[in-house]
């Protein structure tokens, strides 16, 4: 069996190729290898390695590993796919992007973005007062855009005109007629001129989960009458000048190309009709959802995408250009809100599965005995009685345990006898999985014994915090053991978190081009470190998570590609995870004060002769060390 099993048929199973855009893929050793800097695809690196670097340095796990050469990779890829199809189209505009940090902002990640950006004059897009703040403090490019979406009040307003002070280029983009009653004589008061954008909804109705983005009763943007008003407003106020972007936004992760074409058909239409009018808009903005590929079938489910970055930018270049060039307007600039696409695959959680529920694992001994019960020995009968055809076995099997069942209930059956039935039970349900034929037809019932024998991995992390997606939405994230990939899995199982929540397990896996509830991964062995990573948590899960149970941030740690060093790789940064103290004092507790109330409960057992007085520091000693501790298993 093991000897027929390749990495072949590992990447078959798990499908990393598929889902892993170029940058992760299977090693000979039977690890998980990446390579993150796309214009170097032959320095790769072993994820192995990278997980017993950080345990070397005593860093528990969980914990998020970033790679900042993907997440550089992916920014210059969109704006030199943007680039190139600006050329081969002979496009009179620009391609100038933005970063929606509302994907991620964590800081290091805006840093790396906007650096890596800085070529192209990408520039970052804010949706709330937190996030202009963070943006106006990081886009100091005079030459990049800063867009500015979301619902705003005065002071929102007030900070991007103090951006317009600052010599930087802020689009106000206005969502609702309001918000320009409000910037009009706030932008006469500050004596500034500010850039204005308008966000139109749109009436394509874009598919999948975020479907609710388009249409009337979108929650943003403003319809065809409003932005109308708005012209004229703009026009009384002698300041149609200052409307420089037409905005559009359909939804996140769109997973039909032909929606896409839709919408940038439509707002390129509506853009020419602006213009035509004497807007003298300079730029169109197609907003977000360039999809990713979670699940590697390269379709329309909502965890897919039906086509590439080249065929998206391509349709989005040539698209406009031929509305334009129809309506004979001039070429916008092409602004695009990507976020998922530029962050999703840089960054990873790491994990250690730190125990098994099987329903099959714990046995009692089931030798017969004079007296037992006769419900026993019918049970008894069923073990090792391939001769009984498998319906009939499980029948059996099924009726016996349900009749043991009713008599516990009565009294009549003794825990041990319980016991002996279970095990005898589960014993027998795994004998008939093992000799069903795989290719034949078999009874629906028989069928579920998968499911039903299946392990649950015990998986140190919370869903909460990690993959919140995953519970909200259902989203499917790639889920692989990073070893061992070279050796058969045998061990049918789904993952579970340690929160105290039903809902904190993992319910969808790749299994080749299917999703399932459950997946094969490989036997735990007593001593080692069965370490599994859930990969392309870099888009909103990575900053969405909530403290569920307690469960704080995880460990961060940077990871750099350089070619000098061993194993192609530097840990650059390690950013220590959530403390149980600082998740306490999160709550409003004072740890100080709880910490002091232990002590003297201690104290007062030492005084009473309870506990000896060493003991009693040791006791106060641990009591602090778990409060500067994680929130996590420590394994
Ligand atoms: C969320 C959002 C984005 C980012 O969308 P992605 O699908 O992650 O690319 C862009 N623009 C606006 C206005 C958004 O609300």
Not at 28 to 41: C, D, K, S, T, V
Request: a negative charge; proline letters at 3%.
């Amino acid at each position: 069996m093991q000897s027929s099993w390749s990495i072949d048929d590992a990447e078959e199973l798990y499908g990393v190729k598929r889902w892993g855009a170029g940058y992760f893929s299977i090693g000979e050793n039977g690890n998980i290898q990446l390579a993150p800097n796309h214009r170097y695809p032959d320095v790769t690196i072993d994820m192995k390695d990278v997980v017993d670097e950080i345990l070397a340095e005593g860093i528990q796990l969980p914990a998020v590993i970033r790679f900042h050469d993907i997440l550089r990779s992916q920014v210059e890829i969109l704006n030199e796919t943007f680039q190139q199809a600006i050329d081969n189209a002979d496009y009179n505009g620009k391609y100038i992007g933005v970063f929606p940090i509302k994907v991620n902002q964590m800081r290091e990640v805006v840093e790396e973005i906007i650096d890596a950006g800085e070529p192209y004059n990408y520039g970052l897009e804010a949706g709330s007062k937190p996030e202009l703040m963070a943006v106006m403090a990081y886009n100091e490019n005079p030459n990049a855009l800063t867009i500015l979406n979301g619902y705003k009040d005065e002071d929102y307003l007030t900070l991007a005109l103090l951006g317009r002070h600052l010599q930087r280029k802020m689009i106000i983009v206005i969502e609702k007629y309001s918000e320009l009653e409000m910037l009009i004589p706030l932008a006469r008061k500050l004596n500034v001129e500010p850039m204005i954008g308008l966000r139109s909804k749109m009436m394509v109705k874009s598919a999948g989960k975020w479907a609710s983005s388009s249409g009337d009763r979108a929650k943003f943007g403003l319809s065809i009458t409003e932005i109308l008003n708005i012209i004229e407003r703009l026009k009384s106020e002698d300041m149609l000048h200052c409307a420089k972007l037409l905005h559009f936004h359909i939804g996140s992760q769109l997973s039909d190309i032909r929606k896409i074409k839709e919408a940038v058909t439509e707002g390129a239409r509506l853009y020419a009709k602006l213009v035509q009018m004497g807007v003298p808009l300079e730029y169109l903005d197609i907003g977000g959802g360039l999809g990713i590929d979670y699940d590697g079938t390269s379709s329309t489910t909502d965890s897919s995408r039906n086509y590439s970055t080249e065929e998206y930018v391509a349709d989005v270049v040539y698209g406009v250009k031929q509305i334009c060039d129809l309506e004979e307007v001039p070429h916008p600039n092409l602004v695009s809100e990507s976020g998922r696409a530029i962050t999703a695959h840089h960054s990873c959680v790491v994990t250690n599965i730190v125990g098994e529920i099987s329903p099959t694992g714990t046995q009692f001994d089931i030798s017969a005995e004079d007296g037992e019960h006769i419900l026993v020995a019918n049970m008894r009968e069923l073990v090792n009685a391939e001769e009984i055809h498998p319906q009939e076995r499980y029948n059996d099997a099924a009726s016996f345990k349900a009749s043991a069942y009713e008599a516990f209930k009565l009294g009549i059956l003794s825990l041990p006898e319980m016991a002996k039935l279970d095990t005898m039970y589960w014993q027998i349900l795994a004998d008939i999985h093992q000799s069903l034929d795989r290719d034949s037809f078999v009874f629906q019932e028989l069928a579920e014994l998968e499911d039903m024998l299946a392990s649950q991995y015990l998986a140190n992390m919370s869903i909460f915090q990690s993959a919140a997606d995953t519970w909200a939405i259902g989203q499917v994230l790639p889920i692989v053991p990073i070893s061992r990939l070279n050796e058969k899995p045998q061990v049918r199982c789904s993952m579970v978190d340690i929160t105290c929540d039903s809902d904190g397990k993992l319910s969808k896996y790749i299994e080749g081009t299917e999703i399932s509830e459950n997946i094969p991964m490989h036997t735990l062995k007593k001593g080692d470190n069965y370490v599994v990573g859930m990969f392309l948590t870099g888009a909103y899960q990575d900053v969405m998570g909530d403290m569920h149970n307690l469960f704080g941030r995880l460990t961060e740690v940077h990871v750099y590609a350089h070619d000098d060093e061993p194993g192609d790789f530097y840990i650059e940064e390690v950013v220590p995870g959530t403390s149980a103290e600082k998740v306490l004092t999160t709550m409003q507790y004072n740890t100080d004060y709880m910490a002091k109330v232990v002590k003297k409960s201690i104290d007062r057992q030492v005084r009473k002769g309870n506990i000896a007085p060493r003991e009693g520091v040791r006791w106060t000693d641990f009591y602090e060390q778990c409060l500067a501790g994680s929130t996590y298993l420590k394994v």
